[in-house]
């Protein structure tokens, strides 16, 4: 006979499940179980960690996420992207490294910034001195509303693009290796 050991204690003293999870996303696509398989064909170029809230019959943007003002791309941890190689996005070289990355939303085109400043919470402490690039892309309406904040990358002629999305909303962002 095996004996049962109960933890009754310790799960008690474990946080709740988080209302926004932290999520993950490769270029390409589910790299690390491609590795693992043998079957990559391409090398790693980037990963974007984040937080993804949920709409829950908010209004999102204008209204929870403010105009005009910075936003950690998510929930909780500011959102971080990690280039495994030095990449251009909008013609502007950035180095292989990690940053975080954080947006200014209008209603017709987002701010996409690149922070040096990583392992942070929110954007209260968003230093602009920090900034390592700072692009604009035109916000693309959908017919359906996104419930969870999404992001992940879809192959494109020169590298990849960074596909964000949440509401009625998605921006684009393409980051070229050439």
């Given at each position: ?18 209302k ?44 929870l ?34 940053y ?69 909303v998605?921006?684009?962002l ?5």
């Amino acid at each position: 006979m095996i004996p049962v050991l109960f933890c009754e204690a310790q799960t008690n003293n474990l946080p709740p499940l988080d209302k926004s999870p932290m999520d993950m996303s490769y270029y390409p696509t589910n790299y690390p179980v491609l590795k693992i398989q043998d079957k990559a064909t391409e090398p790693v170029l980037a990963r974007v960690i984040y937080s993804r809230p949920q709409k829950n019959g908010r209004i999102i943007f204008g209204d929870l996420v403010e105009y005009g003002k910075v936003w950690r791309m998510g929930a909780n941890e500011a959102t971080e992207i990690e280039f495994y190689e030095n990449i251009k996005i909008d013609g502007k070289k950035v180095a292989k490294g990690r940053y975080t990355l954080y947006a200014i939303p209008l209603q017709d085109n987002w701010t996409i910034i690149l922070n040096k400043d990583v392992d942070t919470w929110g954007a209260f402490k968003y230093d602009v001195q920090k900034d390592v690039l700072r692009t604009t892309v035109p916000v693309q309406m959908l017919n359906e509303a996104v419930e969870a904040l999404a992001m992940n990358f879809e192959k494109a002629d020169n590298g990849c693009n960074l596909i964000i999305a949440w509401d009625n909303v998605k921006i684009v962002l393409p980051i070229n290796i050439k």
